[in-house]
């Protein structure tokens, strides 16, 4: 197996990850059933500690990365010497390392074959902080990628959700599609395989969760009589948890929003900076378009966003493969 220039083990060519249901970067990428815990497990999704990024190019499981891994990563943006040890500089840093190595410029020659740009697909399970925010900003435009981010919960630490919120919407401003992750959507959790044809990275938590949602939707007298078992109390607890957080992860987006439009956003030296940054990087359209909230984490917009630049065709025939019905 072929390393990188930083260490890293990867396949050598798409085919290979698809018959060989491998990520491009070497390494576990499946998230665990909700009963593995650990508040520091790096492959749950509600890890008090760990933020997990998992990444995808075009479709194809590229690799998770997650923070807490060590030393801060030395790695370049174009000719800019970056260092982190976030999930985003873990990823952005091993994005670098395959550049030029044969199954990212195979994945490249086929975009460009069709005049069509790289996509990206981040599921994090936090939003990114504003550092990284600006890291993907400079990187998206180097490397002339679309990024597509989809969160499971706005980030609360490093500056805050109120300096977070604007993190994000400065992404978003810039093009980034966002919105929330939905690990509960039981049409996505329980197909065993990706398009691309990879086991579904969810494919162990949402077996767990399967018990679950059949209660619900079975939910009456007959139910309530019986016992639950560990794990639907575990399904319980987690789908609760996970509603909770991504509500109030919306209300504090909300918040920022009406601040933005009003211009009343409460003076303090690190939210005037970001807000100065975001008004730099905002584009006229775009803060159109996200200055309703609904909008802004729907489905609608994010497939509009989506589609601006990457076509049905780019998702259905990328790599040469007749993937859509
Ligand atoms: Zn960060």
């Known amino acids: 197996m072929p390393r990188g220039k930083y260490g890293t083990y990867f396949t050598s060519k798409v085919e290979s990850c698809i018959s060989?249901?491998?990520?491009i970067v070497s390494g576990n990428y499946i998230f665990d059933p909700i009963d593995i815990g650990g508040g520091n497990?790096?492959?749950t999704l509600n890890s008090e500690y760990a933020t997990v990024v998992l990444a995808k190019v075009c479709g194809i499981i590229f690799g998770r990365f997650c923070n807490n891994t060590g030393e801060p990563k030395k790695y370049k943006i174009g000719e800019e010497t970056i260092i982190g040890d976030h999930s985003e500089d873990y990823f952005m840093a091993t994005w670098e390392e395959l550049w030029d190595e044969p199954i990212m410029k195979q994945i490249r020659a086929l975009?460009?074959?069709q005049g069509k740009p790289i996509v990206i697909t981040l599921k994090i399970t936090k939003s990114p902080c504003d550092q990284c925010s600006k890291k993907l900003i400079k990187f998206i435009q180097h490397y002339n990628v679309n990024l597509r981010l989809k969160i499971l919960r706005l980030y609360s630490g490093d500056q805050g959700p109120i300096v977070n919120s604007f993190a994000l919407l400065s992404l978003a401003s810039t093009g980034v599609a966002v919105?929330?992750?939905d690990v509960l959507a039981k049409e996505k959790g329980f197909q065993k395989k990706t398009k691309r044809g990879q086991t579904h990275e969810m494919k162990y938590m949402t077996q767990h969760l399967k018990s679950s949602f059949l209660m619900t939707i079975d939910e009456d007298d007959a139910v309530e009589e019986k016992e639950k078992s560990n794990i639907e109390l575990l399904s319980d607890a987690f789908r609760k948890q996970i509603l909770q957080m991504q509500e109030d992860?919306?209300?504090?987006l909300q918040k920022?929003?009406?601040e933005m439009n009003t211009k009343e956003l409460h003076v303090k030296k690190t939210k005037a900076a970001i807000q100065k940054d975001f008004l730099q990087l905002s584009d006229g359209d775009y803060l159109y378009a996200i200055s309703n909230m609904e909008d802004f984490l729907s489905p609608y917009l994010y497939s509009l966003v989506k589609e601006e630049k990457f076509s049905l065709e780019l998702v259905c025939n990328a790599i040469g493969f007749d993937l859509c019905d």
């Open 20 to 23: 060989k249901d491998k990520p």
């Open 41 to 43: 497990n790096p492959f």
């Open 111 to 113: 975009q460009d074959l």
């Open 179 to 181: 919105k929330m992750w």
């Open 249 to 252: 992860s919306k209300q504090q």
């Open 256 to 258: 920022r929003l009406i």
